[in-house]
Protein backbone atom coordinates (compact mmCIF):
# COMPACT_ATOMS: atom_id res chain seq x y z
CA UNK A 1 0.00 0.00 0.00
CA UNK A 2 1.57 3.46 -0.68
CA UNK A 3 1.77 5.76 1.65
CA UNK A 4 0.67 9.65 1.60
CA UNK A 5 1.61 12.61 3.56
CA UNK A 6 -0.69 14.98 3.74
CA UNK A 7 0.90 18.24 4.65
CA UNK A 8 -1.81 21.77 5.51
CA UNK A 9 -3.20 23.72 8.24
CA UNK A 10 -6.83 23.43 8.24
CA UNK A 11 -7.80 20.46 9.17
CA UNK A 12 -11.07 20.71 7.21
CA UNK A 13 -8.58 19.87 4.32
CA UNK A 14 -6.49 17.06 5.44
CA UNK A 15 -9.89 15.25 6.19
CA UNK A 16 -11.23 16.07 2.77
CA UNK A 17 -7.78 14.88 0.93
CA UNK A 18 -7.98 11.44 3.73
CA UNK A 19 -10.98 10.67 2.32
CA UNK A 20 -10.14 11.09 -1.16
CA UNK A 21 -7.50 8.89 -0.59
CA UNK A 22 -8.34 6.49 1.66
CA UNK A 23 -11.09 5.46 -0.50
CA UNK A 24 -8.91 4.88 -3.16
CA UNK A 25 -6.65 2.74 -0.89
CA UNK A 26 -3.94 4.76 0.55
CA UNK A 27 -2.32 4.61 3.33
CA UNK A 28 -2.84 8.50 4.72
CA UNK A 29 -0.49 10.16 7.42
CA UNK A 30 -1.05 14.05 8.65
CA UNK A 31 1.16 17.08 9.56
CA UNK A 32 0.15 20.53 10.36
CA UNK A 33 3.22 22.49 9.21
CA UNK A 34 6.46 22.01 7.43
CA UNK A 35 8.54 21.56 11.01
CA UNK A 36 6.05 18.47 11.54
CA UNK A 37 6.34 17.09 8.01
CA UNK A 38 10.01 17.18 7.84
CA UNK A 39 10.18 15.23 11.03
CA UNK A 40 7.75 12.44 9.89
CA UNK A 41 9.48 12.38 6.87
CA UNK A 42 12.69 11.63 8.62
CA UNK A 43 11.24 8.81 10.53
CA UNK A 44 8.90 7.05 8.05
CA UNK A 45 9.24 6.69 4.08
CA UNK A 46 7.00 8.59 2.42
CA UNK A 47 5.85 7.15 -1.30
CA UNK A 48 3.92 11.07 -1.50
CA UNK A 49 3.93 14.22 -0.40
CA UNK A 50 0.52 16.38 -0.75
CA UNK A 51 1.64 20.01 0.39
CA UNK A 52 0.01 22.93 1.10
CA UNK A 53 2.16 26.60 0.51
CA UNK A 54 0.79 28.43 3.30
CA UNK A 55 1.57 27.41 6.33
CA UNK A 56 2.82 28.60 10.20
CA UNK A 57 6.19 27.81 11.18
CA UNK A 58 7.65 25.97 7.96
CA UNK A 59 5.83 27.25 4.82
CA UNK A 60 5.36 24.42 1.85
CA UNK A 61 8.52 25.81 -0.12
CA UNK A 62 11.13 25.74 3.23
CA UNK A 63 9.31 22.17 3.91
CA UNK A 64 9.96 20.94 0.14
CA UNK A 65 13.39 22.94 0.23
CA UNK A 66 14.28 21.06 3.28
CA UNK A 67 13.08 17.72 2.31
CA UNK A 68 14.78 17.84 -1.38
CA UNK A 69 18.10 18.54 0.78
CA UNK A 70 18.02 15.18 3.19
CA UNK A 71 19.48 12.09 2.35
CA UNK A 72 16.75 10.40 2.08
CA UNK A 73 14.99 8.20 -0.88
CA UNK A 74 13.39 11.15 -2.59
CA UNK A 75 9.69 10.70 -3.12
CA UNK A 76 7.44 12.91 -5.39
CA UNK A 77 5.51 15.82 -4.04
CA UNK A 78 2.17 18.19 -5.30
CA UNK A 79 2.28 21.59 -4.00
CA UNK A 80 -1.38 22.80 -3.71
CA UNK A 81 -1.81 27.01 -3.15
CA UNK A 82 -5.04 28.80 -3.22
CA UNK A 83 -2.82 31.32 -4.96
CA UNK A 84 -3.37 31.05 -8.66
CA UNK A 85 -0.32 33.78 -9.27
CA UNK A 86 2.16 31.79 -11.92
CA UNK A 87 4.81 33.31 -9.45
CA UNK A 88 4.24 30.80 -6.97
CA UNK A 89 3.96 27.89 -9.73
CA UNK A 90 7.69 28.79 -10.44
CA UNK A 91 8.97 29.09 -6.92
CA UNK A 92 6.74 25.72 -6.11
CA UNK A 93 8.89 23.41 -9.03
CA UNK A 94 11.95 24.98 -7.83
CA UNK A 95 11.61 24.37 -4.38
CA UNK A 96 11.17 20.39 -5.82
CA UNK A 97 7.71 20.02 -6.24
CA UNK A 98 7.16 17.31 -9.05
CA UNK A 99 3.11 19.42 -10.04
CA UNK A 100 1.03 22.38 -8.82
CA UNK A 101 -2.34 22.16 -8.19
CA UNK A 102 -4.60 24.99 -6.84
CA UNK A 103 -7.08 24.66 -4.39
CA UNK A 104 -9.77 23.49 -3.96
CA UNK A 105 -8.85 20.23 -5.78
CA UNK A 106 -12.17 17.85 -7.26
CA UNK A 107 -11.74 14.05 -6.12
CA UNK A 108 -10.81 12.50 -9.26
CA UNK A 109 -8.22 15.17 -10.44
CA UNK A 110 -6.70 14.53 -7.15
CA UNK A 111 -6.64 10.50 -7.49
CA UNK A 112 -5.80 11.04 -11.28
CA UNK A 113 -2.45 13.33 -10.50
CA UNK A 114 -1.22 10.80 -7.35
CA UNK A 115 -1.47 7.65 -9.75
CA UNK A 116 0.50 8.83 -12.34
CA UNK A 117 2.94 10.45 -10.22
CA UNK A 118 2.80 7.29 -8.68
CA UNK A 119 3.57 5.79 -11.87
CA UNK A 120 0.08 4.09 -11.73
CA UNK A 121 -1.27 5.45 -14.86
CA UNK A 122 0.12 6.71 -17.64
CA UNK A 123 -0.88 10.65 -18.63
CA UNK B 1 7.75 23.55 36.96
CA UNK B 2 6.85 25.29 34.24
CA UNK B 3 6.05 29.56 35.39
CA UNK B 4 2.74 29.76 33.26
CA UNK B 5 1.59 26.71 34.70
CA UNK B 6 2.27 27.02 39.07
CA UNK B 7 -1.48 25.77 40.21
CA UNK B 8 -4.36 26.65 37.71
CA UNK B 9 -7.43 27.74 39.83
CA UNK B 10 -9.75 24.81 39.91
CA UNK B 11 -13.58 25.22 40.94
CA UNK B 12 -15.57 22.33 41.62
CA UNK B 13 -18.79 23.90 40.81
CA UNK B 14 -19.70 20.86 38.27
CA UNK B 15 -20.66 19.66 41.70
CA UNK B 16 -23.74 20.94 42.14
CA UNK B 17 -24.76 21.56 38.14
CA UNK B 18 -25.10 18.20 37.68
CA UNK B 19 -28.60 17.20 37.08
CA UNK B 20 -28.15 13.51 37.12
CA UNK B 21 -26.00 12.63 40.13
CA UNK B 22 -26.49 9.17 39.65
CA UNK B 23 -25.13 8.81 35.82
CA UNK B 24 -23.25 11.38 34.78
CA UNK B 25 -24.83 13.19 32.37
CA UNK B 26 -22.53 14.94 30.15
CA UNK B 27 -21.79 13.18 27.46
CA UNK B 28 -18.98 13.61 24.35
CA UNK B 29 -20.13 12.93 21.11
CA UNK B 30 -18.27 11.48 17.97
CA UNK B 31 -18.43 14.97 16.17
CA UNK B 32 -17.23 16.66 19.93
CA UNK B 33 -14.31 14.19 19.99
CA UNK B 34 -13.48 14.47 16.44
CA UNK B 35 -13.55 18.55 17.08
CA UNK B 36 -11.71 17.99 20.48
CA UNK B 37 -9.07 16.28 18.77
CA UNK B 38 -8.41 18.67 15.94
CA UNK B 39 -7.86 21.63 18.06
CA UNK B 40 -5.53 19.82 20.88
CA UNK B 41 -3.78 18.48 17.99
CA UNK B 42 -3.17 22.52 16.57
CA UNK B 43 -3.03 23.52 19.94
CA UNK B 44 -0.49 20.98 21.57
CA UNK B 45 0.65 18.75 18.93
CA UNK B 46 -0.45 15.70 20.80
CA UNK B 47 -2.75 13.33 18.63
CA UNK B 48 -5.03 10.51 19.82
CA UNK B 49 -6.41 8.06 17.43
CA UNK B 50 -9.86 6.48 17.60
CA UNK B 51 -8.43 3.98 20.50
CA UNK B 52 -7.92 6.65 22.72
CA UNK B 53 -11.28 7.99 22.77
CA UNK B 54 -12.42 6.46 26.07
CA UNK B 55 -9.39 7.94 27.83
CA UNK B 56 -10.07 11.37 26.14
CA UNK B 57 -13.57 11.12 27.28
CA UNK B 58 -12.91 10.34 30.45
CA UNK B 59 -10.77 13.50 30.79
CA UNK B 60 -13.16 15.62 29.14
CA UNK B 61 -15.87 15.12 31.47
CA UNK B 62 -13.81 15.67 34.39
CA UNK B 63 -12.77 18.67 33.16
CA UNK B 64 -16.46 20.06 32.34
CA UNK B 65 -16.94 18.69 35.78
CA UNK B 66 -14.07 20.73 37.60
CA UNK B 67 -14.81 24.10 35.65
CA UNK B 68 -18.77 23.97 35.99
CA UNK B 69 -19.15 24.44 32.35
CA UNK B 70 -22.30 22.12 32.28
CA UNK B 71 -21.28 20.46 28.73
CA UNK B 72 -19.21 19.78 26.12
CA UNK B 73 -20.34 22.75 24.23
CA UNK B 74 -19.53 25.32 27.57
CA UNK B 75 -16.15 23.62 28.24
CA UNK B 76 -14.97 24.12 24.28
CA UNK B 77 -16.03 27.58 24.43
CA UNK B 78 -14.18 27.90 27.73
CA UNK B 79 -10.69 26.40 26.18
CA UNK B 80 -11.44 27.98 23.01
CA UNK B 81 -11.35 31.81 23.66
CA UNK B 82 -9.81 32.23 27.34
CA UNK B 83 -7.56 34.54 26.64
CA UNK B 84 -5.17 33.12 29.73
CA UNK B 85 -4.92 29.43 28.21
CA UNK B 86 -5.26 28.24 31.83
CA UNK B 87 -7.75 25.57 31.27
CA UNK B 88 -6.00 24.60 28.07
CA UNK B 89 -2.89 24.00 30.81
CA UNK B 90 -5.14 22.27 32.94
CA UNK B 91 -6.26 19.63 30.38
CA UNK B 92 -3.09 19.34 28.56
CA UNK B 93 -1.18 18.41 31.50
CA UNK B 94 -4.28 15.83 32.52
CA UNK B 95 -3.53 14.37 28.93
CA UNK B 96 -0.02 13.94 29.47
CA UNK B 97 1.53 11.89 32.20
CA UNK B 98 4.53 13.75 33.54
CA UNK B 99 6.57 12.05 35.83
CA UNK B 100 10.18 11.76 35.97
CA UNK B 101 12.70 8.71 36.68
CA UNK B 102 16.48 7.98 36.51
CA UNK B 103 17.33 7.34 32.73
CA UNK B 104 13.82 8.57 31.78
CA UNK B 105 13.78 8.37 27.58
CA UNK B 106 17.14 6.91 27.70
CA UNK B 107 17.40 6.86 23.68
CA UNK B 108 18.25 10.95 24.31
CA UNK B 109 21.40 10.21 26.56
CA UNK B 110 22.49 7.53 24.04
CA UNK B 111 22.29 10.45 21.59
CA UNK B 112 24.15 12.93 23.64
CA UNK B 113 26.80 10.32 24.22
CA UNK B 114 27.15 8.78 20.72
CA UNK B 115 25.96 11.46 17.81
CA UNK B 116 25.64 14.68 19.48
CA UNK B 117 28.93 14.90 21.37
CA UNK B 118 31.09 13.88 18.80
CA UNK B 119 30.04 16.26 16.63
CA UNK B 120 30.51 19.05 19.03
CA UNK B 121 34.18 17.96 19.90
CA UNK B 122 35.27 17.83 16.26
CA UNK B 123 33.60 21.31 15.58
CA UNK B 124 35.38 22.64 18.96
CA UNK B 125 38.84 25.10 18.14
CA UNK B 126 39.44 25.54 21.78
CA UNK B 127 39.21 23.73 25.18
CA UNK B 128 36.70 25.51 26.90
CA UNK B 129 34.43 23.58 29.33
CA UNK B 130 31.31 21.53 27.24
CA UNK B 131 28.24 23.07 28.60
CA UNK B 132 25.10 21.44 29.12
CA UNK B 133 22.22 23.25 30.01
CA UNK B 134 18.96 20.94 32.10
CA UNK B 135 15.67 22.43 32.48
CA UNK B 136 13.45 21.87 34.32
CA UNK B 137 15.73 20.62 36.61
CA UNK B 138 13.02 19.09 38.63
CA UNK B 139 14.17 17.16 41.34
CA UNK B 140 17.47 16.20 39.75
CA UNK B 141 17.13 12.87 37.60
CA UNK B 142 17.72 14.36 34.66
CA UNK B 143 20.91 16.63 35.14
CA UNK B 144 21.80 13.49 37.48
CA UNK B 145 20.94 11.08 34.61
CA UNK B 146 23.22 12.77 32.41
CA UNK B 147 26.09 13.18 34.37
CA UNK B 148 26.05 9.37 35.09
CA UNK B 149 25.82 8.81 31.52
CA UNK B 150 28.81 10.90 30.87
CA UNK B 151 30.71 9.14 33.20
CA UNK B 152 29.79 5.54 32.00
CA UNK B 153 29.23 6.30 28.76
CA UNK B 154 31.12 8.54 26.81
CA UNK B 155 34.62 7.77 26.79
CA UNK B 156 35.68 11.87 26.16
CA UNK B 157 34.85 12.41 29.79
CA UNK B 158 38.53 11.96 29.94
CA UNK B 159 39.97 14.42 27.76
CA UNK B 160 37.17 17.27 28.00
CA UNK B 161 35.43 19.42 30.93
CA UNK B 162 32.04 19.60 30.75
CA UNK B 163 29.74 21.72 32.89
CA UNK B 164 26.10 20.67 33.72
CA UNK B 165 23.77 23.34 34.89
CA UNK B 166 20.17 22.74 35.75
CA UNK B 167 17.66 24.88 36.63
CA UNK B 168 13.83 24.91 38.12
CA UNK B 169 11.79 27.89 38.95
CA UNK B 170 10.49 26.33 41.86
CA UNK B 171 12.74 27.25 44.68
CA UNK B 172 11.86 24.23 46.46
CA UNK B 173 12.47 21.36 44.26
CA UNK B 174 15.82 22.55 43.28
CA UNK B 175 16.90 22.13 47.22
CA UNK B 176 15.59 18.23 46.75
CA UNK B 177 17.72 18.07 43.52
CA UNK B 178 20.46 19.47 45.45
CA UNK B 179 19.79 16.97 48.39
CA UNK B 180 19.53 14.30 45.97
CA UNK B 181 17.11 11.75 47.86
CA UNK B 182 15.33 9.82 45.95
CA UNK B 183 12.73 6.65 46.25
CA UNK B 184 12.89 3.30 44.68
CA UNK B 185 10.58 4.25 42.28
CA UNK B 186 12.68 6.66 40.56
CA UNK B 187 15.70 4.74 40.29
CA UNK B 188 14.01 1.69 39.21
CA UNK B 189 15.43 1.75 35.41
CA UNK B 190 18.90 1.91 36.86
CA UNK B 191 21.59 -1.09 36.11
CA UNK B 192 22.51 -2.30 39.55
CA UNK B 193 26.09 -1.48 39.19
CA UNK B 194 25.27 1.98 38.39
CA UNK B 195 23.41 2.43 41.74
CA UNK B 196 26.05 0.92 43.43
CA UNK B 197 28.55 3.11 42.03
CA UNK B 198 26.83 6.75 42.25
CA UNK B 199 24.37 6.01 45.04
CA UNK B 200 24.14 5.16 49.07
CA UNK B 201 21.32 4.28 50.26
CA UNK B 202 19.56 5.92 53.06
CA UNK B 203 16.51 5.29 55.42
CA UNK B 204 14.67 7.62 53.09
CA UNK B 205 15.51 5.72 49.91
CA UNK B 206 18.63 6.03 47.88
CA UNK B 207 21.00 9.22 48.02
CA UNK B 208 23.31 10.37 44.99
CA UNK B 209 27.09 10.37 46.51
CA UNK B 210 28.67 13.47 47.29
CA UNK B 211 31.34 13.67 44.06
CA UNK B 212 28.23 13.50 41.71
CA UNK B 213 25.98 16.53 43.61
CA UNK B 214 29.05 18.90 43.90
CA UNK B 215 29.46 18.24 39.98
CA UNK B 216 25.87 19.63 39.23
CA UNK B 217 25.34 23.55 39.43
CA UNK B 218 21.37 23.65 40.51
CA UNK B 219 20.14 27.57 39.63
CA UNK B 220 16.65 28.84 39.74
CA UNK B 221 15.62 30.69 36.43
CA UNK B 222 12.23 32.12 35.17
CA UNK B 223 12.50 30.79 31.65
CA UNK B 224 9.81 33.39 30.64
CA UNK B 225 11.92 36.51 32.50
CA UNK B 226 14.54 38.07 30.33
CA UNK B 227 16.53 38.91 33.55
CA UNK B 228 16.52 35.43 34.23
CA UNK B 229 17.83 34.06 31.24
CA UNK B 230 19.88 36.97 30.06
CA UNK B 231 23.21 35.30 31.28
CA UNK B 232 22.83 31.98 30.09
CA UNK B 233 25.06 31.65 27.36
CA UNK B 234 27.93 29.51 25.29
CA UNK B 235 25.93 26.37 25.47
CA UNK B 236 26.67 23.37 23.48
CA UNK B 237 23.13 21.18 24.67
CA UNK B 238 20.14 21.68 26.11
CA UNK B 239 17.57 19.48 27.39
CA UNK B 240 14.39 20.81 27.57
CA UNK B 241 11.73 18.06 28.07
CA UNK B 242 8.34 18.08 28.38
CA UNK B 243 8.02 21.72 29.61
CA UNK B 244 7.44 23.71 26.31
CA UNK B 245 4.30 21.70 26.03
CA UNK B 246 2.60 23.26 29.08
CA UNK B 247 3.45 26.86 27.83
CA UNK B 248 1.26 29.03 25.76
CA UNK B 249 2.15 30.17 22.65
CA UNK B 250 4.05 32.69 23.19
CA UNK B 251 5.99 31.90 25.86
CA UNK B 252 6.56 28.70 23.78
CA UNK B 253 8.37 31.00 21.30
CA UNK B 254 9.99 33.58 23.67
CA UNK B 255 11.29 30.40 25.46
CA UNK B 256 12.71 29.25 22.49
CA UNK B 257 14.65 32.50 20.91
CA UNK B 258 15.99 31.89 24.48
CA UNK B 259 17.45 29.03 23.82
CA UNK B 260 19.11 29.97 20.53
CA UNK B 261 20.75 33.01 22.09
CA UNK B 262 21.97 30.52 25.21
CA UNK B 263 23.37 28.10 22.55
CA UNK B 264 26.68 27.99 20.88
CA UNK B 265 26.08 27.64 16.97
CA UNK B 266 25.76 24.55 16.14
CA UNK B 267 24.94 23.81 19.58
CA UNK B 268 21.65 21.66 20.16
CA UNK B 269 18.03 21.36 21.48
CA UNK B 270 16.63 18.09 22.73
CA UNK B 271 12.56 18.24 23.54
CA UNK B 272 10.50 15.36 25.38
CA UNK B 273 9.35 12.29 23.18
CA UNK B 274 5.86 13.39 21.99
CA UNK B 275 7.56 17.00 21.76
CA UNK B 276 8.06 19.10 18.70
CA UNK B 277 9.34 22.58 17.46
CA UNK B 278 6.49 22.41 15.28
CA UNK B 279 4.61 24.49 17.36
CA UNK B 280 7.21 26.95 18.19
CA UNK B 281 9.79 27.87 16.47
CA UNK B 282 11.19 27.84 13.07
CA UNK B 283 15.02 29.12 14.05
CA UNK B 284 15.95 25.62 13.95
CA UNK B 285 17.21 22.97 11.40
CA UNK B 286 15.56 19.75 12.40
CA UNK B 287 18.64 17.02 12.40
CA UNK B 288 17.85 13.11 12.63
CA UNK B 289 20.07 10.72 14.36
CA UNK B 290 20.24 6.95 14.56
CA UNK B 291 18.90 7.45 18.06
CA UNK B 292 16.33 10.71 17.94
CA UNK B 293 15.52 13.99 16.19
CA UNK B 294 17.19 16.57 17.57
CA UNK B 295 16.91 21.09 16.98
CA UNK B 296 20.21 22.86 15.99
CA UNK B 297 20.94 26.23 15.87
CA UNK B 298 22.38 26.79 12.40
CA UNK B 299 26.24 26.97 12.57
CA UNK B 300 26.38 29.85 9.28
CA UNK B 301 24.52 31.87 11.37
CA UNK B 302 26.74 34.49 13.81
CA UNK C 1 39.21 16.31 32.78
CA UNK C 2 35.77 15.69 34.41
CA UNK C 3 32.50 17.14 35.35
CA UNK C 4 33.04 20.64 36.92
CA UNK C 5 31.21 23.40 38.08
CA UNK C 6 31.64 27.06 37.48
CA UNK C 7 31.47 29.53 40.34
CA UNK C 8 28.80 32.07 38.45
CA UNK C 9 26.92 31.39 35.10
CA UNK C 10 27.71 35.54 34.16
CA UNK C 11 27.92 35.26 29.88
CA UNK C 12 31.60 35.39 28.79
CA UNK C 13 30.90 37.52 26.10
CA UNK C 14 29.12 41.11 27.04
CA UNK C 15 30.42 42.25 23.37
CA UNK C 16 27.24 41.98 21.38
CA UNK C 17 25.98 44.34 24.38
CA UNK C 18 28.11 46.86 24.79
CA UNK C 19 25.67 49.87 23.82
CA UNK C 20 23.94 51.66 26.20
CA UNK C 21 20.43 50.39 27.50
CA UNK C 22 18.36 53.46 26.75
CA UNK C 23 15.51 53.53 24.05
CA UNK C 24 17.44 55.56 21.70
CA UNK C 25 20.10 53.26 21.80
CA UNK C 26 18.52 50.39 21.14
CA UNK C 27 16.89 51.51 18.10
CA UNK C 28 20.24 52.20 16.25
CA UNK C 29 21.39 48.97 17.50
CA UNK C 30 18.46 47.45 15.07
CA UNK C 31 20.69 48.42 12.27
CA UNK C 32 24.23 46.82 14.17
CA UNK C 33 25.81 44.58 11.43
CA UNK C 34 26.12 41.69 13.86
CA UNK C 35 22.83 39.77 14.10
CA UNK C 36 23.29 39.08 18.20
CA UNK C 37 23.56 42.45 18.74
CA UNK C 38 19.85 43.46 16.48
CA UNK C 39 18.30 40.42 18.45
CA UNK C 40 19.47 41.86 21.76
CA UNK C 41 18.33 45.04 21.14
CA UNK C 42 14.82 44.05 19.57
CA UNK C 43 14.09 42.07 22.49
CA UNK C 44 15.18 44.93 24.82
CA UNK C 45 13.17 47.33 22.81
CA UNK C 46 10.13 45.54 24.36
CA UNK C 47 10.46 48.28 27.44
CA UNK C 48 10.47 51.22 25.15
CA UNK C 49 6.28 51.63 24.11
CA UNK C 50 7.34 54.58 20.99
CA UNK C 51 9.64 51.41 19.68
CA UNK C 52 7.24 49.93 16.84
CA UNK C 53 8.11 52.05 14.42
CA UNK C 54 11.45 51.45 13.78
CA UNK C 55 10.78 47.69 14.86
CA UNK C 56 8.43 47.61 11.82
CA UNK C 57 10.93 49.57 9.83
CA UNK C 58 13.64 46.67 10.47
CA UNK C 59 11.70 43.73 9.97
CA UNK C 60 11.01 44.95 6.69
CA UNK C 61 14.45 44.60 5.46
CA UNK C 62 15.44 42.23 7.99
CA UNK C 63 16.88 38.98 6.24
CA UNK C 64 17.94 37.03 9.59
CA UNK C 65 15.06 35.14 10.47
CA UNK C 66 16.68 34.86 14.34
CA UNK C 67 16.17 38.94 14.27
CA UNK C 68 12.80 38.54 12.44
CA UNK C 69 11.23 36.08 14.96
CA UNK C 70 12.39 38.38 18.35
CA UNK C 71 11.17 41.32 16.40
CA UNK C 72 8.38 39.90 15.82
CA UNK C 73 7.97 38.82 19.42
CA UNK C 74 8.46 42.08 20.52
CA UNK C 75 5.89 43.61 18.20
CA UNK C 76 3.14 41.25 19.91
CA UNK C 77 4.12 42.16 23.31
CA UNK C 78 3.63 45.69 22.32
CA UNK C 79 0.21 45.68 20.41
CA UNK C 80 -0.05 49.20 19.64
CA UNK C 81 -1.59 50.85 16.72
CA UNK C 82 1.80 50.87 14.45
CA UNK C 83 2.42 47.43 15.74
CA UNK C 84 -0.21 46.37 14.30
CA UNK C 85 -0.42 48.56 10.99
CA UNK C 86 3.25 47.27 10.53
CA UNK C 87 2.18 43.62 10.79
CA UNK C 88 -1.08 44.20 8.46
CA UNK C 89 1.84 45.39 6.00
CA UNK C 90 3.57 42.36 6.90
CA UNK C 91 0.92 40.22 5.23
CA UNK C 92 1.04 41.84 1.56
CA UNK C 93 4.81 40.57 1.49
CA UNK C 94 5.47 38.13 -0.57
CA UNK C 95 7.54 36.15 2.01
CA UNK C 96 5.71 33.91 2.57
CA UNK C 97 7.41 32.65 5.87
CA UNK C 98 6.98 36.62 7.35
CA UNK C 99 3.27 36.75 6.29
CA UNK C 100 2.90 33.58 8.38
CA UNK C 101 4.68 35.23 11.32
CA UNK C 102 2.67 38.40 11.16
CA UNK C 103 -0.31 36.20 11.16
CA UNK C 104 0.72 34.61 14.27
CA UNK C 105 1.38 37.77 15.60
CA UNK C 106 -1.69 39.10 15.33
CA UNK C 107 -3.52 35.65 16.78
CA UNK C 108 -2.39 37.07 19.92
CA UNK C 109 -3.89 40.25 20.21
CA UNK C 110 -7.90 40.42 19.89
CA UNK C 111 -8.19 43.73 21.26
CA UNK C 112 -6.08 45.76 18.65
CA UNK C 113 -7.17 43.09 15.47
CA UNK C 114 -10.40 43.69 16.63
CA UNK C 115 -10.96 46.85 14.95
CA UNK C 116 -8.98 46.15 12.03
CA UNK C 117 -10.86 42.92 11.25
CA UNK C 118 -13.51 44.51 9.19
CA UNK C 119 -11.53 46.19 6.64
CA UNK C 120 -8.81 42.97 5.97
CA UNK C 121 -11.94 40.56 6.03
CA UNK C 122 -13.14 43.21 2.28
CA UNK C 123 -9.79 43.81 0.83
CA UNK C 124 -9.67 43.32 -2.78
CA UNK C 125 -7.05 40.56 -2.77
CA UNK C 126 -8.79 37.09 -2.25
CA UNK C 127 -5.36 35.88 -0.38
CA UNK C 128 -5.04 38.51 2.28
CA UNK C 129 -8.86 37.86 2.90
CA UNK C 130 -7.74 34.29 3.74
CA UNK C 131 -4.92 35.32 5.69
CA UNK C 132 -7.65 37.52 7.36
CA UNK C 133 -9.53 34.69 8.30
CA UNK C 134 -6.34 32.50 9.26
CA UNK C 135 -6.00 35.32 11.90
CA UNK C 136 -9.64 34.39 13.31
CA UNK C 137 -8.25 30.82 14.02
CA UNK C 138 -6.76 31.19 17.08
CA UNK C 139 -7.89 34.32 18.12
CA UNK C 140 -9.95 34.90 21.37
CA UNK C 141 -11.99 37.12 20.47
CA UNK C 142 -16.09 37.32 21.04
CA UNK C 143 -16.41 38.37 17.09
CA UNK C 144 -15.05 35.60 15.59
CA UNK C 145 -18.09 33.21 14.42
CA UNK C 146 -19.50 36.41 13.39
CA UNK C 147 -16.99 37.51 11.06
CA UNK C 148 -16.70 34.01 9.93
CA UNK C 149 -20.58 34.53 9.45
CA UNK C 150 -19.99 37.16 7.28
CA UNK C 151 -17.37 35.62 4.87
CA UNK C 152 -19.47 33.12 4.12
CA UNK C 153 -22.21 34.91 3.39
CA UNK C 154 -20.30 37.21 1.59
CA UNK C 155 -17.45 36.68 -0.26
CA UNK C 156 -17.35 35.03 -3.81
CA UNK C 157 -13.76 33.21 -3.48
CA UNK C 158 -14.58 29.57 -2.74
CA UNK C 159 -11.07 29.44 -1.01
CA UNK C 160 -11.68 32.15 1.49
CA UNK C 161 -15.15 30.60 2.36
CA UNK C 162 -13.00 26.93 2.40
CA UNK C 163 -11.12 29.14 5.20
CA UNK C 164 -14.01 30.40 6.82
CA UNK C 165 -16.01 26.98 6.80
CA UNK C 166 -13.06 25.48 8.36
CA UNK C 167 -13.28 27.09 11.40
CA UNK C 168 -16.47 27.63 11.99
CA UNK C 169 -16.57 23.69 12.28
CA UNK C 170 -14.69 24.44 15.21
CA UNK C 171 -16.51 27.61 16.75
CA UNK C 172 -19.79 27.68 15.01
CA UNK C 173 -23.11 27.87 16.81
CA UNK C 174 -26.78 27.26 15.57
CA UNK C 175 -26.27 30.90 14.25
CA UNK C 176 -23.70 29.39 11.62
CA UNK C 177 -26.53 26.78 10.53
CA UNK C 178 -28.46 28.58 7.95
CA UNK C 179 -25.34 30.18 6.47
CA UNK C 180 -23.44 27.20 5.92
CA UNK C 181 -26.99 26.01 3.85
CA UNK C 182 -26.81 28.89 1.95
CA UNK C 183 -23.03 28.16 1.30
CA UNK C 184 -23.65 24.86 -0.06
CA UNK C 185 -25.88 26.09 -2.14
CA UNK C 186 -24.16 29.12 -3.47
CA UNK C 187 -20.83 26.53 -4.86
CA UNK C 188 -23.25 23.55 -5.66
CA UNK C 189 -20.34 22.21 -7.65
CA UNK C 190 -17.47 22.57 -5.59
CA UNK C 191 -17.03 19.16 -3.54
CA UNK C 192 -14.77 20.41 -1.36
CA UNK C 193 -16.76 23.22 -0.15
CA UNK C 194 -19.77 20.39 0.14
CA UNK C 195 -17.91 18.45 2.47
CA UNK C 196 -16.82 21.34 4.39
CA UNK C 197 -20.03 22.72 4.76
CA UNK C 198 -21.40 19.14 5.89
CA UNK C 199 -18.77 18.64 8.34
CA UNK C 200 -19.06 22.05 9.72
CA UNK C 201 -22.72 21.52 9.98
CA UNK C 202 -22.68 17.89 11.91
CA UNK C 203 -20.20 19.69 14.09
CA UNK C 204 -22.10 23.29 15.40
CA UNK C 205 -22.74 23.61 19.18
CA UNK C 206 -26.20 23.34 19.31
CA UNK C 207 -28.68 23.06 22.37
Known amino acids: MKRILIVDDAATVRLYHREILETADFMVDEAMNGIEALEKALQTGFDLFLVDIN ?9 LRELRGQDLPQAPAIMISTEAQTNDERRAYAAGANLYLIKPVKPERLLAQVRMLLGELHP | MSPTFASPPIWHLGDFMKTDPEQGTIRISAEDFQKFREFFYRKTGIQFDASKRYFVDKRLVERVEATGTGSFRGY ?10 EELQALTNLMTVNETYFFREEYQFRCLVDSLLPEIVERKKNR ?7 IPSSSGEEPYSIAIYLLEHWAGIHEWDVEIIASDIDTRILAQARQGLYSLRSIQHLPSHTLQRYFKRQSGGYQICDDLRQSVEFTRVNLSERADTRGYRDFDVIFCRNLLIYFDDVSRKTATETFYD ?5 GFVCLGHSESMSRSSSLYKVRKFPEAIVYQRPLEAA | MALIKTQCVEPIAEEAREAPRDCAGLISRLAASDPTARRWAARDLVDCPEAAAALVERLKQEVDVSVREVILTTLTSLGDPIAIAGLVDCLRSEDTALRNEAIEAMQQLPDAVAPVMHGLLAD ?3 DLRIFAVNILESLCHPQVETWLIEVIDQDPHVNVCGAAVDLLGEVGTRNARASLQRLKARFANEPYIRFAADLALGRLHEN
Open chain 2, 262 to 266: ALRPG
Open chain 3, 124 to 126: PDP
Open chain 2, 128 to 134: RPIRIWA
Open chain 2, 76 to 85: FTMLRFQASG
Open chain 1, 55 to 63: MPKLDGYGF
